[in-house]
């Protein structure tokens, strides 16, 4: 098994964190990792995402929700092509540092045949989280205009 785990301070409120990672329609404005993701946020559904790493081409995903606790965490299972053979456990948590500042958090465990000899696309998948993880914090730290 081999885990990827990434967090990031951010400054903003964790509901503003949480919202951003909740409005899938966004994704391609600001998503440079994660560009298009739909589905239904509840536990048991399946989710449809394309991911982009870095130096690759892309692929869609078909994760299903394991775990689901709106504003703090979002759990999904992942497969590549059948089970056991190269399965991605991704989560996203926030933790509230204070009213104004969140730790974003984002990993993945990898698990199956196929993790031994998967060494570009994990350190291509945690360059693409870090990307992702310093966008939203772009994101959320936007300041509101009137």
Do not use: C
Not at 5 to 33: C, G, M, Q
């Amino acid at each position: 098994m081999k885990e990827i785990y990434t967090e990031i301070e951010i400054n903003a409120p964790a509901s503003k964190v949480w919202s951003i990672l909740n409005d899938f329609e966004k994704f391609p404005t600001w998503n440079p990792f994660m560009k298009k993701i739909s589905g239904n946020l509840q536990e048991g559904s399946d989710l449809k995402a394309f991911i982009q790493p870095p130096n690759s081409s892309g692929m869609t995903i078909k994760p299903k929700i394991l775990e689901y606790h709106a504003g703090k965490e979002l759990r999904w299972l992942g497969r590549l092509w059948i089970p056991k053979l190269f399965d991605g456990e991704h989560s996203w948590i926030t933790e509230e540092i204070n009213e104004n500042k969140t730790l974003f958090i984002q990993k993945e465990r990898f698990s199956g045949l196929f993790v031994p000899f998967g060494s570009t696309l994990l350190k291509n998948t945690k360059t693409g989280f870090e990307m992702m993880n310093r966008a939203l914090k772009e994101e959320a730290e936007k300041k509101i205009i009137n």
